[in-house]
């Protein structure tokens, strides 16, 4: 190779480099203004061998600390623990959700009541959104088990008719759907929670492949 083509191809290789560090830069500026996780997600499948993996690790915990703290629901203290069984923040949020109160619920308001909110799956780092509506037609109460009927419907889906059970000691909500049925809403298991005024129900199990919250 002469020397002019020698210097010419160094230079087209510099060039190169140096866009592919100014575009990571570019980006990480972004995920720092925008301080989410579906961010630090992204950035990571665009650029899969950043020296910024440290970084990103500890931006993520603090996401999650802060969101575990504020929340206070089952999903958020699951995901941290998940994701940083050795945490730094562990035991501080493993004391908060010991001392969690099991919110009172008046159960008898739940027949013909609606909820309205939203179900993603986990995709990557592309989590598709979708609308999902709950309105409980039939409750039938047995000691501390209460067995319901509930009309379910999800942006693109039918709506369907799904039974369940709720343990009021725990506030906890349970789809049951056989094998056989069709259309499957695979609804992971939720929690019943007082937010003021309003009444929440969430899915609480991050290793699941979707997250569902209703109002």
């Not at 500890?58 to 703290?69: D, V």
């Not at 958020?76 to 940083?84: A, D, G, V």
């Not at 343990?167 to 937010?195: A, C, H, R, V």
């Amino acid at each position: 190779m002469r020397p002019t083509s020698f210097a010419f191809f160094s230079l087209l290789l510099l060039g190169s480099c140096f866009n592919a560090f100014s575009e990571e830069e570019k980006a990480w500026k972004e995920v720092t203004m925008s301080n989410t996780i579906s961010a630090l997600d992204s950035f990571l499948s665009q650029f899969p061998n950043t020296s910024k993996k440290e970084k990103i690790a500890l931006i993520r915990e603090g996401i999650l600390y802060n969101t575990a703290k504020s929340e206070c629901t089952d999903f958020y203290f699951n995901k941290y623990r998940i994701e940083f069984p050795q945490g730094k923040h562990r035991e501080e949020l493993l004391t908060l959700e010991k001392n969690q109160m099991i919110d009172p619920i008046d159960w008898s308001i739940l027949e013909g009541k609606s909820f309205v909110g939203s179900f993603r799956y986990f995709d990557n780092t592309d989590p598709k959104l979708e609308v999902l509506s709950l309105k409980f037609e039939e409750l039938n109460e047995e000691g501390d088990i209460i067995e319901f009927t509930a009309i379910v419907r999800k942006s693109f889906d039918q709506k369907k008719r799904i039974k369940g059970r709720i343990q009021k000691g725990k506030n906890i909500l349970e789809f049951i759907e056989g094998q056989e049925d069709t259309n499957l809403m695979e609804l992971s298991t939720g929690k019943f929670y007082k937010k003021g005024r309003k009444m929440l129900i969430e899915s609480t199990d991050p290793s699941a492949k979707h997250y569902w919250r209703l109002i």
